[in-house]
């Protein structure tokens, strides 16, 4: 059975930091692109970080690029994305996915497999 589970979600304050991660089992996670994205009542899915297929070769989000990194861990199947400095403005559910595409990009519409999403709420 595919499956991409994320987890690590949470309420945190302004400054702290998360872990998230997603994992996938029923397939290798390294023949795919991975991205993180995330979504706020009333608005649309943003893509906010992606790792390219078979490297370590990353995209980020401008508001998230200095904040934010992912990561591939082959051994574990799993790609993670560290959060720091969390801002209000972080609130929001946060999904994994793949993409079968070469490139990394931050347009969900190239995504064939999504997980649930884990919440992440960053409030003082």
């Known amino acids: 059975q595919l499956q991409l589970v994320e987890s690590g979600g949470g309420l945190v304050r302004p400054g702290e930091s998360l872990t998230l991660s997603c994992e996938a089992t029923g397939f290798t996670l390294t023949y795919y692109s991975v991205g993180w994205f995330r979504r706020t009542a009333g608005k649309e899915r943003e893509g906010i970080s992606c790792?390219?297929?078979?490297?370590?070769?990353?995209t980020y989000l401008d508001s998230v690029k200095d904040r934010f990194s992912i990561s591939r861990d082959v051994a574990r199947n799993t790609v993670y994305l560290q959060m720091d400095n969390l801002k209000p403005e972080d609130t929001a559910v946060y999904y994994c996915?793949?993409?079968?595409?070469?490139?990394?990009?931050?347009?969900?519409?190239?995504?064939?497999?999504w997980g649930q999403g884990t919440q992440v709420t960053v409030s003082s």
């Open positions: 790792v390219k297929l078979s490297s370590h070769e990353t």
């Open positions: 996915a793949r993409s079968p595409k070469f490139s990394c990009e931050l347009d969900p519409q190239g995504y064939d497999f």
